[in-house]
Nanobody, 114 residues
Framework: QVQLVESGGGLVQAGGSLRLSCAAS????????MGWYRQAPGKQRELVAISRLSSTNYADSVKGRFTISRDNAKNTVYLQMNSLKPEDTAVYYC?????????WGQGTQVTVSS
């Protein structure tokens, strides 16, 4: 079992930055994949960024603006979001995939005003 708690969302103007945090209830050192997804109103949940043990991938829409990172000592995954755009507005969810099981946080709202 892995419990995930996100924080760091909020309201920011276009062009601004936010850093989301995802604190896990256990060591993330060996977790196969940890990532961030988002869901905007009326849209499906989509992958934003994923950190696997040997690779990192980003959605095309956030490449060059967002950075995912892990701090194994703090059991925390971060999403640094720069140059935010109104279309980045969504609820952001942390996800962990471990031995075939999917775990989700409760989500944190990010709102970018124009």
């Amino acid at each position: 079992q892995v419990q995930l708690v996100e924080s760091g969302g909020g309201l920011v103007q276009a062009g601004g930055s936010l850093r989301l945090s995802c604190a896990a209830s256990r060591s993330i050192f060996s977790i196969n994949a940890m990532g961030w997804y988002r869901q905007a109103p009326g849209k499906q949940r989509e992958l934003v960024a994923i950190s696997r043990l040997s690779s990192t991938n980003y959605a095309d829409s956030v490449k060059g603006r967002f950075t995912i990172s892990r701090d194994n000592a703090k059991n925390t995954v971060y999403l640094q979001m720069n140059s935010l755009k109104p279309e980045d507005t969504a609820v952001y969810y942390c996800n962990a995939v471990h031995f075939g099981n999917n775990y989700w946080g409760q989500g944190t709202q990010v709102t970018v005003s124009s």
